[in-house]
């Protein structure tokens, strides 16, 4: 019976392989139906798995197996057409078969599934005469959008090191549907294929359990390395340091081993891609080129495993509200078949996947419409946000802007389980669109789970470990002047780094330990969720490789830790979720409620006023008050037109006219830099952009040391910050250059939506400082 079970596990394992390959070529077929060599493997396949059911005594599966044959040699001589209809009964009869080779899988037996339906379809199409009977009559349903692939279990365990099984699929795959009903046609470029399959002597099939352990035993090893490099480094003992580093060597030699083996091109979960696009595409209507770069990228297997539903989901969703219908494409001016886009690559010890459409686009006023409607977001909090962070809302539980709910969306269920499973590995998700050009989804992906590069710090009296792949760089703060080195807007610090200022998250707030020397403090600049931001710690330890251990509940509930480690003297770390920190604080969700009170009395309270201060050459300052400022911006140069002898830019989708500040004060405009500092207002949908030399810092006014002049455009001037600044008199510069800019804002509902107020600059936004 044993002997059995091992022809049966390796008969379903190879199945279940050359049934990934059976799709990918029939879709290629149908866009290629002269390919000898696609047909001949087609063919190969089916013949394969007919002759082994039979040998195995699986007579249902012998059955379908055999009446696709008589399909495919109807092909073959030629007697036939590769149409849309032969494509959709071939592709039944594989799904049927993969439902079958499942069914033997969980029990051993064939039992369950019914066969008569998909070989009367088969039939049918033999014979030429009505299907429809037939079809209704068949096997349950399968899924129009994407057929179910049950992935082989222990007892199929999912090779390490494939051979090569067949010709690649083509990464171009056109579909289009048909003028009657939906159903897609293929086109593609078929590549020279070689006649037969070809087999490598060179590699085994090895149970994924084996190497799981055998990972985990690495880790292991790893732990003891460090805590004996730990000992080594303390102990004058030549020859046990020369042992320790050996050892080392060896560690690391084997862990890269080990690793190399759980490695799996991200092709593996492609493959399916092709079928899943020509089946939505006839679902809704679209035409659909799939364009696949980098198929040969290399993933660990279990991550490979968890991006496979986060990567289908993007798919569809591109494919359903991204991708335009023909006519729609044609009426805003582009070719009727939309393009589809996966493309995966290595960048900064990550493997960033990207699903690209060139579609629609994603409206962010639409989002913010859609965000009140369905009480996500009220008006305030979304006038306060960048477009960015507008489309990010997309990734809200409960959110979703199709118009109906379908079989493919609107649910608003999706979007937030792609994020929250991609960071369950350690990765992130990023989205960048523009309406009528399309969208990109970003996944940033760890290359491994189990061992990682971290640095170590110290917050109090615990370590903590921070991703390497989340850190940017360190700046240590000077002993002298770290007071003076963090400003303040509002109730949030930030740090003025190399001219842009960054949000400052203290690890110490986070955790609601008391804070340390504030002397001593290290920033770790990070970048998490498309935000950059800096984390101050106590104290900078080392970079060590870390044993990645899973956390226990309790301390799963907290949200802020992604797992935990043992260092190599016996110390248990947690490992910060960068992703977390970086959304729960940059929203303001840890915030003490003392200091947010204090803060929202001093913003209604007239004594105390937080002042932009700018340059505008020849030395002279200028401070504005920070609440009417919209936005600060870095400009190319060459970006100032004329119109009609006044200058104005092209910024956001409208003509804003620019004043350059010194020369409406009198002074010399000393800026012939190649970039232009602007400090941007806007008011309702009417937006006016001022040029200064440089912006120089934000302080807070109490009121003290005022005086009065008599000057165009000035209200006064105070000491700030050792020096005499001007006050500027805001409303009579900017009517200066727009004279209705103070009319009644405009009724227009997505000037309220789609403008930002006036109500202070947001360290929160990567673009606050135009970098």
């Keep these: 019976m044993d002997d059995i079970d091992d022809i049966v596990r390796e008969f379903l394992i190879e199945s279940y392989e050359n049934l990934d390959q059976l799709d990918q070529d029939l879709v290629a ?3 290629a139906p002269g390919s000898r060599d696609l047909l001949s493997s087609v063919f190969r396949t089916i013949h394969t798995i007919k002759g082994t059911s039979g040998f195995l005594a699986f007579s249902d599966l012998e059955r379908v197996a055999h009446v696709g044959e008589s399909l495919l040699v109807e092909l073959r001589d030629g007697r036939r057409e590769m149409d849309q209809h032969t494509t959709d009964v071939l592709l039944r009869m594989v799904d049927t078969i993969r439902d079958l080779l499942g069914c033997i899988e969980s029990t051993g037996a064939e039992s369950g599934i019914e066969v008569d339906g998909v070989i009367a379809v088969i039939q049918a199409a033999l014979d030429g005469t009505d299907v429809t009977e037939a079809a209704d009559a068949g096997t349950p349903d399968h899924a129009v959008i994407a057929a179910p692939t049950p992935a082989p279990a222990a007892a199929a365990p999912t090779p390490a090191a494939p051979a090569p099984a067949a010709p690649p699929a083509p990464a171009a795959v056109r579909v289009a549907p048909a003028p009657i009903k939906p159903v897609a046609a293929v086109q593609v470029d078929v590549p020279d294929a070689p006649t037969s399959r070809a087999t490598s002597d060179s590699s085994i099939r090895v149970d994924v359990d084996l190497l799981d352990a055998l990972m985990r035993q690495v880790g292991e090893l790893v732990l003891v390395r460090n805590q004996i490099a730990q000992l080594a480094g303390s102990d004058s003992d030549a020859e046990l340091t020369r042992s320790s580093q050996r050892l080392s060597l060896i560690a690391s030699e084997l862990q890269e081993g080990v690793m190399k083996t759980r490695m799996q091109p991200i092709d593996h979960i492609w493959s399916k891609m092709p079928r899943i696009v020509r089946d939505l595409s006839s679902a809704c209507g679209r035409e ?58 290595h960048a900064g010890g990550q493997v960033m996947v990207e699903v690209r459409d060139d579609g629609a686009g994603i409206n962010p006023e639409r989002v913010a419409a859609k965000a009140i409607e369905r009480g996500l977001k009220t008006v305030e909090q979304l006038e306060a946000m960048a477009p960015a962070d507008l489309l990010n809302l997309v990734f809200l539980p409960g959110f979703s802007t199709a118009a109906a709910v379908t079989n493919v969306s609107g649910r608003g269920v999706g979007m937030d389980v792609v994020r929250s499973n991609i960071e369950s590995i350690g990765g992130a998700v990023e989205v960048d669109s523009e309406v009528g050009r399309g969208t990109t989804w970003r996944l940033r992906i760890p290359l491994t789970l189990a061992i990682m590069p971290a640095l170590t710090v110290r917050s109090g009296s615990e370590i903590y470990a921070i991703p390497q792949v989340n850190l940017q760089e360190l700046v240590a703060l000077d002993t002298q002047k770290t007071q003076e080195a963090i400003e303040h807007i509002g109730s949030a610090e930030v740090y003025r ?13 986070v955790l609601g330990q008391p804070r340390g020397d504030a002397g001593s403090a290290v920033i770790a600049v990070l970048q998490a969720d498309n ?33 935990a480690t043992l260092m190599g003297d016996g ?3 947690l490992i910060l979720d960068v992703q977390t920190i970086a959304r729960r604080t940059l929203t303001g969700e840890i915030v003490d409620t003392d200091q947010r009170a204090t803060a929202g009395r001093a913003t209604s309270s007239a004594e105390v006023n937080e002042l932009l201060v700018v340059g505008i050459g020849s030395g002279r300052r200028v401070a504005i008050p920070l609440a009417l400022v919209t936005r600060l911006e870095l400009i190319a140069a060459d970006r100032v037109e004329l119109v009609g002898g006044h200058e104005v830019i092209q910024y956001r989708d409208a003509i804003v006219p620019i004043s350059r500040l010194a020369r409406s004060l ?20 009417r937006t006016v952009a001022m040029v200064v030399s440089e912006i120089v810092e934000i302080v807070s006014d109490d009121g003290a040391g005022h005086s009065t002049v008599d000057d165009i455009g000035l209200l006064g001037s105070i000491v700030l910050s050792g020096r005499v600044t001007e006050l500027l008199d805001v409303p009579a510069a900017l009517t200066q250059v727009d004279p209705r800019f103070y009319d009644d804002a405009s009724d227009d509902p997505s000037a309220e939506l789609g403008g930002t107020l006036a109500a202070g600059l947001d360290p929160r936004s990567a673009e606050m400082v135009g970098v």
């Excluded at 780094?497 to 707030?509: C, E, N």
Aim: hydrophobic share 45%; no cysteine.
């Design 666 to 685: 009198g002074s010399y405009d000393d800026d012939a830099g190649e970039e232009i500092p602007l400090v941007v207002f806007t008011r309702g949908a």
């Design 497 to 509: 780094l190399r001219g842009s200022l960054l949000p400052l998250v203290r690890l110490s707030d």
């Design 571 to 573: 110390q248990v770390a």
């Design 288 to 345: 659909v080129r799939l364009d696949m770069i980098g198929g040969d990228t290399e993933l660990d297997r279990s991550l490979l495993e968890s991006v496979k539903d986060p990567l289908t989901h993007l798919v569809r969703n591109a494919i359903d509200h991204g991708i335009e219908s023909a006519a729609d494409r044609l009426a805003a001016g582009k070719p009727s078949t939309g393009v589809l886009t996966l493309r995966a690559y």
């Design 29 to 31: 077929l149908e866009g």
């Design 531 to 563: 935000q950059r931001f800096g984390l101050v710690v106590d104290r900078v330890l080392n970079n060590e490789e870390i044993v990645v251990k899973p956390l226990a509940a309790q301390l799963k509930s907290i949200g802020v830790f992604a797992g």
